[in-house]
């Protein structure tokens, strides 16, 4: 096993091959905040990528209500209890072991799904945590809570599916870090099914391949988000490009919120697989749930984006978010507005930190009619 350093974990770690980092790495952020669950990005790209035979349960994205919920049923709590200790030191070091580093002597340590599991794509679909008394409604703030999470591939800087599969099908390109699968090398095993911790590599019962999420690549080809990106109409979505071996820029909206501000955290990031899909974490979940799903710096993120309205520059970055199409490469927090620009500098999206809004007369003497003012 090769030694590589997980910047998430804030330690070096076990990995079947050697350090290769990308030319820059594909990278998303998921505000929990604004998610209504619609399942528009589950349609877009199912309507996209995964329509044809064998595909009936292949979900690149889907979104599912926690705590019960999970696709396939179960991915989370099975694949955690594999990992038994999973400590955080104050200094914010992961303590436990990853999927490669488990003493079971399994070159990567997973869950496979048995065929039931994917038989429940919705299931716990707005169900809370808890019951609500009659009447408690009324007082305020209650303690009953439950959180839609959208998922997609992380595109992981160490996947876990490309260390477990025999046939070498499985790869990070050089200029994005997008992780595919060669389906003329792939002999359907499902050791990646087994080994990818977040379940995002399927198994098609009639091509006896693997299929996975591929980044929408040839959209990012012609400088355009994904389809589950653009899709959304709650705007929690962002996607663009780290470098993890160069020093984070300012200018870069997701060096910003990850890097720099880190108010967006990797989902279950014990695993060990450094996902590239970072998360806002919901305000309202109880820490130890959070803690268990994000890693140690929740608090610190939600404190942020409470009172993100104070700090403009990473305002700026997050009201780019569901503005354009194009991917954003860099940006600039005006005074009055919000300024993304493309690969070569251009200017590609503003967006007004208030919204403009004109309050009309209530008595329109041209047409003789009173009309209302709606917010």
């Known amino acids: 096993m090769a030694k590589v350093k997980n910047w998430q974990l804030n330690r ?6 050697e ?110 945590l808890g019951n609500m008394e009659k009447g408690a409604f009324f007082n305020g703030i209650h303690d009953i809570w439950m959180f839609y999470l959208a998922r997609i591939c992380n595109h992981c800087s160490y996947p876990g599916c490309l260390a477990a599969c025999p046939r070498k099908a499985i790869y990070k390109r050089e200029e994005d870090g997008i992780v595919l699968i060669d389906q003329s090398r792939c002999r359907g095993y499902k050791e990646c099914v087994k080994a990818c911790p977040y379940k995002k590599t399927f198994f098609n019962m009639v091509t006896r391949v693997s299929e996975k999420c591929i980044g929408c690549y040839p959209l990012i080809e012609q400088g355009e988000q994904p389809r589950c990106v653009t899709s959304c109409i709650g705007k929690i979505r962002l996607q663009g490009f780290m470098e993890d071996a160069k020093p984070p820029r300012k200018d870069n909206p997701f060096d910003m919120i990850v890097r720099i501000k880190k108010i967006a ?16 974490p919901p305000v309202h979940v109880p820490h130890d749930f959070l803690i268990q799903m994000f890693g140690p710096n929740v ?23 569901g503005n354009t199409p194009r991917i954003i490469h860099s940006y600039k927090a005006e005074e009055n507005h919000a300024v993304g620009y493309n690969e070569i500098g ?30």
């Open 12 to 17: 070096e770690m076990e990995y079947p091959y």
């Open 19 to 128: 350090e290769k980092k990308p030319k820059k790495q594909i990278t998303y952020v998921f505000d929990t905040n604004k998610c209504i669950a619609c399942q528009t990005c589950t349609v877009a790209c199912k309507t996209t990528w995964t329509s044809g035979k064998g595909e009936e349960t292949i979900f690149f994205n889907n979104v599912e209500t926690k705590p019960y919920g999970g696709y396939p049923q179960k991915w989370d709590v099975n694949t955690l209890k594999e990992l038994n200790n999973q400590e955080w030191g104050k200094d914010g070091v992961y303590k436990g072991k990853t999927i490669f580093e488990s003493e079971s002597g399994e070159r990567v340590t997973g869950w496979r799904p048995e065929e039931r599991n994917y038989a429940f794509p919705n299931i716990g679909e707005d169900e809370v």
């Open 265 to 280: 955290l990797p989902l279950y990031p014990q695993f060990g697989t450094q996902p590239n899909v970072y998360y806002v």
């Open 299 to 321: 608090d610190e993120a939600i404190k942020l984006y409470r009172n993100m309205k104070d700090d403009k520059e990473l305002l700026a970055a997050f009201m780019l978010f």
């Open 346 to 375: 251009d200017e590609i999206v503003r967006v007004p930190y208030v919204e403009p809004a004109h309050n009309r007369p209530h008595w329109d003497a041209q047409f003789q009619t009173f009309r209302h003012n709606t917010p």
